[in-house]
């Protein structure tokens, strides 16, 4: 009966925490997050520079609602073409979409634009479809023209040719002295 009672408490003593084990698990517990995963989100989280790129590129579209030749391949509308109609059916499709581009292929841009606002679920009617550029998104180059010679060359404004930043460069009134050797 010894034996037998030595070999039970053997065996107990090599199944109970194999038995413990199992029943607990390694990991069943919740491990603290690595320093990595706590900066970094996961992929699928929405993030808020995300939504800021979105943002200012819908409002970059409103601005400029003109679907350009780049933007479509053939008759068909590229990845680009379809980033910024979405961009600008994002909140609420525009009055006017402008499609610009060479005559012989306007009506098929005004197609694959048509087709895509009506796979998109636009409502018909809520978007009109004209050919060329805004006229809003354009504004003329005359007044920057007219201000280049002054932001090119600062001393062509001034009447003595030198400004008192330039006199304060060259030690005058600068609060420096130099001392001979």
């Known amino acids: 009966m010894k034996i037998s009672r030595c070999r039970i408490w053997?065996?107990?003593?090599?199944?109970?925490?194999?038995?413990?084990?199992?029943?607990?698990?390694?990991?069943?517990?919740?491990?603290?997050?690595?320093?990595?995963?706590?900066?970094?989100?996961?992929?699928?989280?929405?993030?808020?520079?995300?939504?800021?790129?979105?943002?200012?590129?819908?409002?970059?579209?409103?601005?400029?609602?003109?679907?350009?030749?780049c933007h479509f391949d053939g008759n068909n509308l590229n990845a680009l073409g379809k980033a910024k109609l979405d961009a600008l059916i994002a909140n609420g499709a525009p009055a006017r979409i402008y499609v610009d581009g060479g005559r012989d292929s306007t009506d098929g841009h005004r197609a694959a634009v048509n087709s895509y606002l009506a796979a998109a679920k636009v409502a018909d009617g809520s978007v009109a479809i004209e050919s060329g550029a805004a006229p809003a998104s354009s504004s003329s180059a005359a007044p920057a023209l007219a201000r280049m010679g002054k932001t090119e060359n600062p001393r062509s404004g001034s009447a003595g040719g030198t400004t008192s930043a330039d006199n304060s460069s060259m030690g005058s009134g600068s609060g420096m002295t130099t001392s001979s050797p």
């Open 10 to 69: 053997a065996v107990a003593m090599i199944y109970a925490p194999l038995a413990l084990a199992l029943l607990g698990g390694c990991e069943s517990q919740d491990k603290p997050a690595t320093p990595k995963e706590e900066f970094f989100a996961a992929e699928n989280d929405a993030r808020i520079p995300r939504q800021i790129a979105d943002h200012q590129a819908m409002l970059g579209a409103q601005a400029d609602p003109t679907l350009y030749r």
